[in-house]
């Protein structure tokens, strides 16, 4: 458990050294409700085609908009989406992801060319023989998170066929027998939570299948490598844990009390000699944004 001395001293870290977004997002969450200051913290990432950019996740700091970094904003926006503000905003992004489509890919790419142009780590660098970045790799990541929030927000889709696109990728998801990517897990995770009766169904069997592949209970691996804990499939105990026994989530749980308790903040397990020069200012951000999520977790499973 997190007592309120230790969640007051991870909240100062926060306060001191995240980005407007996560100091208004610690606010929110364990302050006072500030949704309209949340916003306005979005709003300067987003540009006037309704994508966001500019580094709103930090490891790429393309100005330009990007289906993946919209799908960041999308993450935060559909907690405040009973706000007529967020709505709008929302719609936006929904219709910039809708210009983003590509019918040849039958999805998205992560990240434009030009973000060689700007700070960014190895795993953002676009491949110019390739035409895509290593995250395209796998198709899933963004395009089923891009998907999710297509389904959710339906009304506001004017050209792609949602139903179909679900489908797809369905069968896409049903024909892995492998998996080798958590992050594209993290994608079609948020799909099956928009989704509803036999389609969600048959997503689960897959996810169940794949997070029993790549799940890590290994704690001594959780904070030397990088690696997927069994909190990172399951953030809410509500959610379906996805065959992960409920022991190895409060063994993650008690893990991250610990960290907390101890550091008062948690360091990105990928370490910073990725981050050189102006771009050290990216790093400083994770640790923030990763303590504010663990924060938030600890909250969720009533460990706060």
């Not at 790429?60 to 904003?73: G, I, K, N, Y």
């Not at 594209?184 to 389609?199: K, N, Q, R, S, V």
């Not at 065959?243 to 550091?263: A, P």
């Not at 910073?272 to 771009?279: A, I």
Request: net charge negative.
């Amino acid at each position: 458990m997190i007592d309120k001395e230790v969640l007051n001293q991870c909240g100062d870290f926060i306060l001191k050294e995240g980005r407007l977004l996560e100091k208004e997002l610690y606010k929110h969450f364990f302050i006072e409700d500030n949704t309209q200051n949340v916003l306005q913290a979005l709003l300067k990432y987003q540009n006037e085609d309704g994508g966001f950019g500019h580094g709103l996740e930090p490891d790429a700091l393309l100005p330009l908009s990007s289906p993946f970094q919209t799908t960041v904003a999308l993450a935060h926006l559909k907690d405040l989406d009973k706000q007529e503000e967020a709505l709008i905003i929302i719609e936006q992004a929904i219709h910039y992801l809708e210009s983003q489509y590509n019918k040849k890919r039958h999805g998205w790419f992560a990240l434009p060319k030009e973000v060689n142009e700007y700070p960014h780590t190895i795993w953002w660098e676009f491949d110019e023989k390739k035409q895509m970045t290593a995250i395209d790799e796998h198709y899933g990541n963004p395009t089923a998170e891009v998907i999710a929030y297509l389904v959710r927000y339906k009304q506001y889709v004017r050209t792609l066929d949602v139903d179909d696109l679900v489908n797809y990728m369905l069968e896409y998801i049903e024909n892995i027998e492998l998996f080798q990517c958590e992050h594209e897990l993290y994608c079609f995770i948020a799909l099956y939570h928009e989704l509803d009766g036999h389609l969600k169904e048959r997503l689960k069997k897959q996810l169940s299948k794949a997070v029993h592949q790549l799940v890590e209970y290994n704690q001594v691996k959780w904070k030397t490598e990088y690696v997927p804990t069994p909190l990172s499939f399951v953030k809410h105990p509500t959610m379906i844990y996805f065959g992960i026994d409920k022991t190895q989530i409060d063994f993650n749980l008690d893990y991250l009390v610990q960290e907390l308790t101890e550091n008062h903040k948690i360091t990105p397990s990928w370490g910073s000699n990725f981050y050189e020069g102006n771009f050290k200012k990216s790093f400083s951000d994770w640790i923030a944004i990763q303590t504010l999520e663990t924060l938030i977790i600890l909250k969720n499973f009533n460990r706060i």
